[in-house]
């Protein structure tokens, strides 16, 4: 398998995109997150306040109807960035999905979307 074919098949091109993911601190040592989420042709603009990144984007794919439960979080760091790899679960489907991102955080929201499409997509 080729890297492309690898990253073709682990990332999909499902009906959810992350176009931008904030995160500040908020009370008891929580963070708000703001996401900006393209969904099919909506463009959403979604908050959560959890105790991390991972928990905010599980609450806000939860909120558009694309739970995903994480079962395994695998994650690298290559020479430049980081690679996540999630084994997700949704009514006892699971899929492996992969993302990158200039930090753990960004790889793992990353890979959590494309976890949702793997999972929430035909296929």
């Given at each position: 398998?080729t890297?492309?074919?690898?990253?073709?098949?682990?990332?999909?091109d499902?009906?959810?995109?992350?176009?931008?993911f904030?995160?500040?601190?908020?009370?008891?040592?929580?963070?708000?997150?703001?996401?900006?989420?393209?969904?099919?042709?909506?463009?959403?603009?979604?908050?959560?306040?959890a105790?991390?990144?991972?928990?905010a984007?599980?609450?806000?794919?939860?909120?558009?109807?694309?739970?995903?439960?994480?079962v395994?979080?695998?994650?690298?760091?290559?020479?430049?960035?980081?690679?996540?790899?999630?084994?997700?679960?949704?009514?006892?489907?699971?899929?492996?999905?992969?993302?990158?991102?200039?930090t753990?955080?960004?790889?793992?929201?990353?890979?959590?979307?494309?976890?949702?499409?793997?999972?929430?997509?035909?296929?």
């Open positions: 398998m890297w492309k074919d690898f990253t073709d098949h682990y990332t999909g499902g009906h959810i995109r992350l176009d931008a904030h995160t500040s601190p908020a009370r008891g040592d929580m963070i708000d997150c703001r996401a900006t989420l393209v969904v099919d042709d909506d463009l959403l603009s979604l908050h959560a306040t105790t991390g990144p991972v928990g984007m599980t609450s806000i794919l939860h909120d558009i109807g694309a739970p995903v439960a994480i395994e979080l695998r994650q690298r760091r290559t020479d430049n960035a980081f690679a996540t790899y999630l084994l997700c679960e949704h009514n006892g489907t699971r899929r492996w999905a992969y993302g990158t991102g200039r753990g955080d960004d790889a793992n929201v990353n890979a959590l979307v494309n976890g949702a499409n793997r999972l929430h997509t035909a296929g």
